[in-house]
């Protein structure tokens, strides 16, 4: 038995979502400001990025395919200067990565213009998509942020207000996002009604803001008020907030897999530290797959937390099993087995000093395709350990994601084809141990909301279309 041969990219595990930021401030300087909260946001998706802003009413914008740094220059952020401005970093769930499905997705239409961005996915788009064109849309991007912008813009020529549009409009729709809308005049935040994806608001000074993750709100200066209820839209306009609950269905399906590995560990998501909620898996994971082992290390970046917490309950010594390359920027498509596996080494490399005559506990997030396991214990076997014991912080992907996280469908997750001993010796593990579902249950008991584990159970909060692919 071997491991699939499909082409995958550097990080052939998941993928991080989307990111938003948005800023209303009297005094300007908005654009400078959304970049260091984009940059504090780029682990949520590295493929593009956007910022759009307005001035005097007047809107402009800048987006392309790559990472902050790389995008936006000193120039170009003064040209975009004004006082109210929203940004995005993507990485692509729906629609390909090309630069037009880069965001903000900006719109002219006889209301004036909007920006949008978002972060999630919807679900019967091909079905949404089909009624716009009927009606005379025409596409530019593949992207089902389109399709929000479309409906909101068709939403207004019958509503007496941008926010009453987006009410409307998000009342219809049906899937995760978690997005931000800017006209001449006003900044709006909406948070779909099942709560599937995080938004929060803070402020700066007089600065209102607004960002996917409190860790962004924190980088550029402010401090966090509170998080959007799942179906809140909050409206700023010349500095005052308004709420609009019109769509609160008093549910939340947060998803949880921002815990385990999408938001930063600094973040704090419903009340929950995520670095907490890492450690606790970790402590979850001790107690449930106890080893004999000499050390516990974790695969960077989001298996850290968790080995942390398996070495606290474990009383195994914590070691810095590997160094990451960090100036590995945007992932690439490797074509081969032998490029594949060049692919991890220029990521990854295990510390021989730390590992070598050592029984080892290696912890991971997550196994999806199962591609990168073996390559990666590999590499803790050539540095010289004895015995490599994998632990994973998250139960087996058994389906897909539909709301806005890479999980492909079933035919790609490695644990809907193999059982647990097959998966041990694919991946070369001397053992191998997931968390449970139960154990999923406890690792946020902070948390003030309820959970979506869809990819786990394959039971998810609102009915989804089979997978076409």
């Given amino acids: 038995m071997d491991l699939p041969q499909q082409a995958q990219p550097i990080n052939q595990g998941l993928h991080e979502e989307c990111g938003v930021f948005g800023i209303y401030d009297p005094a300007g300087g908005c654009a400078q400001t ?36 790389e995008v936006f220059q000193r120039e170009t952020l003064e040209r975009l200067n004004g006082t109210m401005a929203v940004g995005h970093v993507r990485y692509a769930t729906t629609g390909a990565g090309e630069r037009e ?56 020529l019958h509503c007496g207000s941008v926010e009453q549009a987006v009410c409307r409009a998000t009342a219809e729709l049906k899937g995760a996002f978690s997005l931000l809308v800017m006209s001449p005049q006003k900044l709006i935040a909406c948070r779909d009604p099942w709560g599937f994806r995080p938004l929060c608001m803070g402020r700066k000074g007089e600065a209102i803001v607004f960002a996917s993750e409190s860790c962004a709100i924190q980088a550029v200066g402010g401090h966090v008020e509170r998080e959007l209820e799942p179906g809140e839209i909050v409206v700023v306009q010349d500095g005052e907030i308004r709420s609009i609950r019109d769509n609160c269905r008093g549910e939340s399906h947060l998803c949880i897999f921002e815990y385990i590995y999408f938001a ?156 647990l001993e097959e998966i041990q010796h694919l991946a070369g593990a001397d053992s191998l141990g997931y968390l449970s579902l139960e154990s999923l249950d406890k690792l946020a008991p902070d948390a003030k909301c309820g959970f979506c584990r869809g990819c786990f159970t394959g039971e998810y909060p609102i009915e989804v279309e089979e997978e076409n692919s």
Avoid: W
Wanted: glycine share 8%; aromatic share 6%; hydrophobic share 40%.
């Fill in 101 to 156: 499905n880069a965001q903000p997705l900006t719109i002219k239409y006889v209301k004036g213009t909007l920006a949008v961005v978002h972060n999630g996915n919807l679900v019967g788009i091909d079905r949404l998509r089909q009624e716009f064109e009927y009606k005379g849309a025409i596409f530019h991007t593949t992207s089902d942020s389109e399709l929000i912008a479309y409906a909101i813009a068709q939403a207004r």
């Fill in 264 to 419: 930063r560990p600094d973040s704090v998501i419903a009340g929950q530290s995520v670095h907490q909620a890492r450690v606790n898996a970790g402590r979850l994971l001790a107690r449930e797959h106890p080893v004999e082992a000499d050390l516990v290390v974790g695969v960077p970046d989001s298996g850290l937390d968790a080995a942390r917490g398996y070495a606290l309950e474990s009383g195994i010594p914590l070691g810095m099993g590997f160094v990451k390359n960090r100036y590995v920027g945007r992932t690439f498509i490797t074509p081969d087995q032998a490029s594949r596996e060049q692919a991890v080494r220029i990521k990854l490399s295990a510390l021989a000093s730390e590992v070598a005559g050592k029984r080892v506990v290696m912890v991971d997030d997550s196994i999806v395709r199962g591609t990168t396991c073996r390559q990666i214990i590999n590499l803790l076997r050539e540095a010289g350990a004895t015995q490599v014991h994998m632990r994973v912080s998250a139960p087996p992907f058994i389906a897909p994601c539909y709301f806005g996280t890479d999980i492909p469908n079933r035919e790609k997750l490695i644990a809907c084809h193999h059982s």
């Fill in 34 to 69: 959304t970049y260091y909260g984009l940059y504090a946001l780029q682990h949520r998706g590295q493929e593009a990025c956007g910022i759009a802003a307005i001035n005097n009413r007047e809107q402009s914008f800048y987006k392309d395919v790559g990472l902050v740094s």
